[in-house]
Structure formats: C-alpha cells, structure tokens
C-alpha cells in the first residue's frame, strides 16, 4: 500500500467517524435497551428485547457500514484508472453489500412479522418505538 493510499485511507476513516459518532450520540433510547425489571418480565418483554436488538443491529451497525463499503467501493472504482482487477473488487464488493443489505432487511421483517405474530400487536411506525398495544389499529400511537 502506498503513501497515498494510506493517507485516503486515514481520511475516509476519519470522515466516517466524523459523520457517525453524532448519529450514534443522538441515538440514544432513555427507554434502555432491556424493558423491564426483576420478576415483572413477561414473554412480551423478551420478544421487545428481540426487536431492540435487532432494530439496533440494522439501524445502528449494518446501514452505516453498509454505506461505508459502497463508499470504499465506489472510491476502489473511480481510481481503477483501467485496472480491472480493480474494477472487479469493485463491483464484487457493490454485490456482497447490496445483497447482505437485502438480506439483512429480510431479516428485520421477517423477525418483526414473528414479534407481531407472537406478541399481538400491529406495526410500528417507529422501528425504535415500543409496539403498539393489543387492541390498537394501525401503526401510530
């Protein structure tokens, strides 16, 4: 790797940082992560923590790598400069995110139809929002 190489490289992470360091700040839930206390945990609880923790997966680690490495990629493309093994990586690297953003997302709405199944409760709106209630139509609270 070359001087140059790695001074992009030191600047694109720290560009990363610079850009989800405050989106991590202001993802903060007041709610906590667990929803409840002690012997007071009920199976609606455990499925709420399921969901927490995957919306926290998807929404706060798999988007943003995922726009990183489409970043780095489109970055390995435009300075190919007629490399193709260059060009392969990437497009190669375009594929592999693309489709473990699509799987990833298939993912939530699989785990989040389950939570709603099991749970009885209908769609949030709101990934990071409780479910709605047993009772209440439509996804707003």
């Known amino acids: 790797m070359t001087q140059e190489q790695k001074r992009n490289m030191v600047a694109l992470m720290l560009s990363l940082v610079v850009v989800l360091v405050p989106i991590c700040v202001f993802a903060v839930d007041p709610g ?5 206390e002690g012997a007071t945990c009920t199976f609606n609880d455990l499925v709420l ?6 919306n926290f997966l998807l929404y706060i680690v798999a988007f943003p790598v995922s726009a990183g490495l489409f ?7 435009l300075t190919a400069a007629g490399d193709q093994g260059k060009i ?3 497009h190669d690297i375009f594929q592999n995110v693309f ?5 990833a997302l298939a ?10 199944t099991l749970t009885g409760t ?12 047993a009772g ?6």
């Open 107 to 116: 993912g939530f709405l699989i785990v989040n139809f389950v939570t709603m």
């Open 32 to 36: 906590g992560l667990v929803p409840c």
């Open 122 to 133: 209908g769609w949030a709106a709101n990934p990071f929002a409780d479910p709605v209630p």
């Open 88 to 90: 392969k990586k990437a």
């Open 49 to 54: 923590l399921v969901n927490r923790i995957i």
């Open 136 to 141: 209440v139509s439509g996804g707003a609270h």
């Open 71 to 77: 970043a780095w990629a489109g970055i390995l493309y």
């Open 99 to 103: 489709w473990g953003l699509i799987l």
